[in-house]
Each structure stands twice: as C-alpha cells, then as structure tokens.
C-alpha cells in the first residue's frame, strides 16, 4: 500500500518539531570525523544535520563547538569568521560567539553596554568516540548517555573500526565535487583518456570532441 503524502512527510521530514525530527534529537549522531576539526583554532566545518545549518568548530583549548552556522546580527556566514581566542568572530561587524553559542564581545557596543549577554546562537553539544564526533541536538535534561559503542572504543591506532562511517561520510561529501569535477575535465579535455575516480562509470554531456560522439562512458580510474 503506498504510503500517502503526509504519511511519507511525517518519516522523512526532520526539522525541528517533526515528529522524526524531534525523535533523532533524543540521540547521539555522528556528525563528522574528528580529523576533519585537527587542532584548536582550525579552521570550521559547515555541516547541516537534521535540516540546521550548522558550523562545527575547535576553539583555542582543543574543545569542539557545533552552532549555527549564520550570524544572529546581519545572517553572515560565521564560516568566513575567525576562529581565534575561544570563539569564532564574525567577519562582517566582529560579533564573537564560543562553542556555547554565547556571545563574548561585541565591539560595535560601548564597554558599559551589556547587549551581547542577551545575543546567543543556538549551540549543541559535541564529544568525541571512536575518531568520530558525535552531536547532540536535543533538549538537555534528555541527553542519553555517550555513545560507548564497541568500535567506538578501540584505540585510535586500530583502523578497522572507522572503515565504514569514513567510507560513507568521504564518499557523501566528496560525491558533488567529484561529480562537478569530472564533467569540468571532461568538458576541457581534448583526448578520451578521462578518468573518473569515485563513480563506476560516468557519462559524458559535453560536446563532441575531435568528432567523437557525445555519449560516452568514462573508465574506471582502475580499469
Ligand atoms: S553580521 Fe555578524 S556581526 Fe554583523
């Protein structure tokens, strides 16, 4: 029986107040690698996790902060912000938040002003298991315990463990870029020596080149 359309947007649909939204937010998920944040003040990472834009981020003492990504000011992307000093500033006006979400100066306000007490971004909690970190997005008094999964707990030195969520996150990311990446090769190549190295095969939209068809199928890079 097929599903009806407001039965299927009740399952798939995950943003804040959805009924599955509000049932991941009761969890634990895992949300990037930890190598992706390698030291304190590295540079961010946007992330968008159950439908929020977000911004995950290593202040100056190595802790991992994960908020939203766009400014409460003027909505600028704190991606382009600092990361400097515990807390990543603004580039636009130089409004700074740490990994709470709070908002710790605010350089357009006089020293006696208190304006930026009241200027919060939301903010959620992110730990590290197992080379992975694992965001929670629910309401706090609902936290369940961290995940303590058994490949989770391996030495960081035992790889085996990671091979697949590595595989699954690398491949996710990388899929659009690699995708974009091969259709600019193919569109500025003059040979048929393209090769594509994440898809099996791939077809080819560009215009005939040399008088070769169109439609061709690319090898793979191990073919
Ligand atoms: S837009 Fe971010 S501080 Fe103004």
């Known amino acids: 029986m097929a599903l009806t359309q407001t039965q299927q947007q009740t399952l798939i649909e ?8 509000e049932l991941f937010r009761r969890y634990w998920i895992p949300a990037m690698l930890s190598r992706e944040l390698p030291g304190p003040d ?31 000011h003027r909505g600028v992307s704190l991606f382009y912000g600092r990361n400097e000093e515990c807390g990543i500033r603004c580039a636009y006006h130089g409004w700074k938040f740490d990994i709470n979400g709070k908002c710790v100066d605010m350089p357009s306000e006089p020293d006696e002003s208190n304006f930026k007490d009241k200027v919060r971004v939301a903010a959620y909690k992110m730990i590290e298991r197992g080379g992975v970190l694992w965001a929670y997005m ?6 369940p315990p961290a995940p303590e999964l058994e490949w989770a707990l391996l030495p960081k030195r035992t790889a085996m463990y990671r091979s ?23 569109i500025a190549s003059t040979s048929m020596t393209i090769r594509c190295t994440k898809a ?16 061709f199928r690319i090898p793979r890079a191990d073919s």
């Open 14 to 21: 995950t943003d804040r107040g959805t009924p599955m939204g």
């Open 200 to 215: 099996r095969t791939a077809t080819c939209t560009s215009k005939p080149i040399r008088g070769r068809s169109s439609k």
């Open 42 to 72: 590295c540079d961010p990472v946007q992330i968008k996790l159950l439908g929020e834009e977000l911004l995950g981020f290593r202040d100056s003492n190595g802790d991992f902060g994960l908020i939203q990504e766009f400014c409460p």
């Open 164 to 186: 697949a969520f590595k595989s699954a996150t690398i491949y996710k990311r990388s899929k659009a870029a690699s995708t974009r990446a091969t259709s600019r090769r193919c």
């Open 138 to 143: 629910g309401p706090p008094e609902f936290e």
